[in-house]
């Protein structure tokens, strides 16, 4: 298994297939070139993560031996940045992980454990605002919080709790901005994009860590098991939405997304193709700077199942930083 040392010197490599980009390999190093097949990037294969493959490309069998060689993940997206095939790099064999995974009896207590971490972090991104007006918000997460830890609870109420404190949250982050509402993978307005788009980036790249040590990542606890969901890695996403929805709202303050020209079909909206590029490329760079931090988050996930699993040391990720 990588050490943390070793994981931190990994890179996210964004390939555009659509401007023509391509990929080769010399003396164990990966090359991208343009269309003009002039070098963009060299990285060697040693140092290397993940490679997220965007718009329409071919994978060699050269490809792919070298991603189970060296250890890194592919993932392939559309041209409009949604994700149709991975190849994971996952370790293999660990059975006794995976029996502990199911063996578990605290699935509700892990439950409401990464819902109080999630809301603890809504709640610090409120705060990051230092808005006076949002100071009811901030508190109302509060009493949540509170709640949760204070009462016992069936996954569902656990749910609803938190679906209630999303609509709070939410209107509050980006009520200067005429937000509407959350509605995953609507894409109803540009916000729901984006944040689609991040989330995306965001759950992939945790699929790639959790895989490092050989999960099940389709045995979750606050998500249970429903055919073909990934509901591991829905439950870990959770407490760090907040890094992609501060990054979000910081962007369009900072009119980073002013210029981005936006399509629509059918009610729902679409980014150009070098927008979206350029979006998602600072979404890695948001991910990969937390990498630390997601690392220390997953391995202490890792080693509580495989130890004595009292609940007073399941983790938690404190993005009470400047993050």
């Known amino acids: 298994m990588l050490t943390k040392p070793d994981f ?40 290397l993560f993940a490679i997220f ?9 050269g490809l792919i031996q070298r991603s189970k060689k060296f250890g890194f993940s592919i993932m392939l997206f559309s041209a409009g940045f949604k994700l149709y095939a991975s190849l994971n790099f996952s370790l293999e064999g660990n059975t006794l ?16 454990k990464i819902i109080v971490n999630k809301i603890q972090n809504q709640r610090n991104t409120l705060k990051r605002l230092r808005d006076k007006n949002i100071s009811d918000a901030i508190e109302n997460l509060t009493i949540v919080i509170e709640k949760l830890n204070n009462n016992d609870f069936q996954i569902n109420e656990i749910m609803g709790l938190e679906g209630t404190t999303a609509k709070v949250y939410f209107n509050r982050l980006f009520k200067d901005l ?32 959790l895989n490092i040590y050989g999960f099940d990542i389709y045995k979750g606890n606050l998500h249970q098991e429903f055919y073909n969901r990934k509901s591991l890695v829905c439950d870990i996403i959770e407490p760090f939405r907040p890094i992609i929805d501060y990054k979000i709202k910081k962007m369009i303050k900072l009119d980073q997304t002013k210029n981005y020209k936006y399509d629509t079909y059918q009610g729902q909206f679409f980014l150009g193709w070098k927008d979206s590029a350029n979006f998602l490329g600072n979404i890695l ?19 509580w199942f495989m130890k004595d699993q009292n609940i007073n040391t399941f983790p938690e990720v404190n993005l009470n930083v400047d993050y």
């Open 8 to 47: 931190i010197k990994k890179k996210i490599v964004l390939v555009l297939a659509n401007d023509g980009d391509k990929l080769s390999f010399k003396n164990d190093n990966l090359i991208v070139t343009n269309k003009d097949n002039e070098i963009k990037l060299q990285q060697t294969c040693y140092s």
């Open 53 to 61: 493959l965007v718009g329409n490309t071919s994978i060699t069998s």
């Open 97 to 112: 992980l995976k029996k502990k995974q199911y063996a578990t009896t605290k699935s509700i207590s892990i439950a409401k």
């Open 178 to 209: 005429g937000w509407q509402g959350r509605q995953p993978r609507m894409k109803r307005d540009k916000i729901n994009l984006l944040l689609d788009i991040g989330y995306t980036a965001l759950f992939n790249y945790l699929e790639a860590v």
């Open 285 to 303: 760079n948001e991910i990969v700077r937390h990498q630390e931090l997601i690392f220390i988050y997953i391995q202490q996930y890792y080693r």
